[in-house]
């Protein structure tokens, strides 16, 4: 049986390349791709099978790149995974943590570890992501320096871990969505079990928004994200993301999108999901 082809984007060690082994452990190759715009074309021309992206971090907030090119292609989303995002400082095999000097990492990785790096006074060097950080580093050879990036990325470039969980707010999840061609079927998994992504927009005008929330109120679906993004050509004007609990199939859902249409002039299912269940208690340090 071939090997489930999945795209991210990134380098070997990605925290992107995490979250699909996380969701698909087995029979699977990981697809490294430039930038997200990449994902999804490997995916729409068929040449991986599916694509893994953030869409949101429960430090930073929406990826709203991703937002746009879900709108803009054709993919429909099969699953979701929660990552916890767990920042490892690598240094060279041999090198002590006494004799870090500098650390390269992403600007992100940097700032959600800024109070433990100054407690180290070390100098901050931004680099494109937290990855290709720990492959410069190996390529470098520099016995001073060290990376932010994950406890894969030491694996992949050969890297020694001096400490983990470097992050200042140990509540650091990211949420991936998994896009394909077509939809999965979902038969036999409660609705309770899965989440719906809808997009649409509305006429501006008082109280519609109100009205369309109160699609879902009136029903009591639970509604787990709103987004809002600019509507493409239509300057103040915007359109809606929403993740609720429950399938397409479930009578409540389907009637509650019915009603959501008679007042949508743009409406579109992204897709419909396994939930994807995680523990989010933390540790105390």
């Not at 040449?47 to 429960?58: A, F, M, W």
């Not at 990492?105 to 290709?132: F, M, W, Y």
């Not at 992050?167 to 990211?174: H, K, V, W």
Request: glycine share 6%.
């Amino acid at each position: 049986m071939s090997k489930i082809k999945i795209a991210f984007q990134g380098e070997p060690g990605a925290y992107s390349e995490a979250a699909a082994i996380g969701f698909h452990p087995y029979a699977i190759t990981t697809v490294p791709c430039h930038n997200f715009d990449d994902v999804f074309q490997a995916v729409t021309q068929g040449s991986c099978q599916r694509g893994i992206l953030p869409i949101e971090n429960s430090l930073a907030g929406s990826i709203h790149r991703n937002y746009d090119l879900l709108l803009r292609n054709d993919l429909h989303i099969i699953g979701e995974f929660h990552l916890r995002v767990s920042h490892c400082l690598l240094a060279l095999p041999g090198v002590k943590l006494e004799d870090i000097r500098r650390v390269y990492s992403h600007p992100q990785a940097l700032a959600q570890c800024e109070a433990n790096l100054e407690r180290l006074g070390v100098e901050k060097i931004l680099e494109a992501d937290t990855a290709g950080s720990a492959r410069l580093l190996r390529q470098l050879d520099d016995h001073q320096a060290g990376a932010l990036a994950s406890r894969r990325a030491a694996e992949v470039y050969d890297l020694q871990i001096l400490a983990e969980n470097m992050e200042d707010n140990p509540a650091n999840f990211t949420r991936f969505l998994v896009v394909a061609n077509a939809p999965e079927e979902q038969a036999g998994r409660q609705s309770s079990s899965c989440k719906t992504s809808i997009v649409f927009s509305l006429h501006n005008r008082p109280g519609v928004l109100f009205k369309a929330l109160s699609v879902f109120a009136l029903r009591d679906i639970d509604l787990t994200k709103i987004e809002s993004r600019p509507l493409p050509g239509h300057p103040w004007e915007y359109i809606f993301y929403i993740d609720f609990a429950g399938h397409i199939n479930d009578p409540v859902c389907c009637r509650a999108l019915e009603h959501l249409q008679e007042l949508a002039p743009f409406f579109r299912i992204l897709g419909s999901y396994p939930r994807h269940q995680l523990d989010y208690q933390i540790e105390k340090r």
